[in-house]
Every structure is written in C-alpha cells, then in structure tokens.
C-alpha cells in the first residue's frame, strides 16, 4: 500500500490486501476505503506529526535557502543529513515450518514530492519475502532500490548463481546500489535462518532475535 494519510498499521493493510483482495498493491484513497472496510485503524493525519520529524524538513528547507559556502557538505555531514531523511522501519521472520516473511513501513524520505512513491511498499524493490530463498526489507534512497529492483535482486542471485544470502545481499548493497550512488541497507533472512545486514552508510539501526530468545542490537556498521 501506498500514499496513506490515516491508516495506523500499513502493514497490517498490505497483509489484508494479500490475503483479503485480488490485487497486490492499493493506493491512496483507495487503499485507506478498503482500510476501513477491513476495520483498520485510522488516525487523524496529525498522529503521524512529530517534533523530530518536523525539524528535518525545517532544517531541509533551510538548507535550500542558504548560501551555496554556508552549506557544509563535508562528507560527515551529508551523511548525518542522508540518514536523518532516513526512518524506515522493517522487519523479516522466518518460522518453525519455513516460511518467510517481510514488511516494511515508512513515511518516506524527508521533503519528498507530493505522490512521490518509495521502495518500501514495492514488492521487490524495498521489500521481498520467497520460501525458496530469502526474506528482504530495505532503508535508504528508495529511488536507487527501485531502478535495481534490490530486494529481488539478493532473491535472483540466490536462486540463479546459488549464491549463499551473504554474498547475494552483500553484492547487491555493496557493490550495485553503492556504484550508483544509492546510499542504505537491508536486513536479510534465509531459509536456514541465516542473517545478513549490508549497509553502505555508516549507521542502519538493526537488531535479531533468534528462537531461543538471544537478542542483539546494532547501530553503526562497524559493530
Ligand atoms: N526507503 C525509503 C524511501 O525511499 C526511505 C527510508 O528508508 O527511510 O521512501
């Protein structure tokens, strides 16, 4: 689903497209009436406000007004800028019989265009889930995701070259989405419940919880 305005739980909404209609991706006000024929949640649009938020598009903004030699873009700070545009959110499970499963749920980059669509909702692009192969959510330049379909791609290079889910994901991130510029990261899942975790950028919050209830949690990438 994409170009929501009210609906609480995205997810849940692109699950019950699945399961509950015969199509795969819903739009705008289409997708927020079949929202409430399901009896999904709504909230006012200003539920999805918030204070940080707010500031990176102020802070966008003022960043397009100044003058070109006050703008610092020493590679720090593009990246800092790069990675508070950045809050997506995204998940990938495996479960005892072998399924696989992915969702993924943004607002997008900051200051985007109106009825700018992202990775994230692109099945294959920003988000993929195969019981033969892997499971894949993706965070960074969705424009970037999109043109190398990447979460499909670490799924091809599996299924094609037999790549293990490590070198397929890590060719994918490191190499094809980096050559061209498109900064981000995924977290990724096999069927034998293998995880890898590129990233191109320094810091992509990520964490794995196996079955036995081991947790660990990472934020920057040399962790
Ligand atoms: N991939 C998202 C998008 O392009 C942004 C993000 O990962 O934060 O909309």
Known sequence: VAGLRHVRNPIDLADAVRVHSDHVLLTGDGAETFARLRQLPLEENSYFFTDRRLRQLENWRRRQTAPAQESDQSLENREKSQADGLGTVGAVALDRRGNLAAGTSTGGMTAKKYGRVGDSPLIGAGTWADN???AVSATGHGEFFIRY???YDVHARMLYQ???L???AHQVVMRQLKHAGGGGGMICLDRQGNVSTPCNQN???RGILTA????KISLFMDE
Do not use: E, I, S
């Open 149 to 151: 379909v990447a979460a």
């Open 212 to 215: 036995d209830g081991r947790m």
């Open 166 to 168: 490590k070198a397929a």
């Open 203 to 205: 810091y992509m919050a």
């Open 132 to 134: 033969m192969t892997c």
């Open 162 to 164: 037999r790549l293990p």
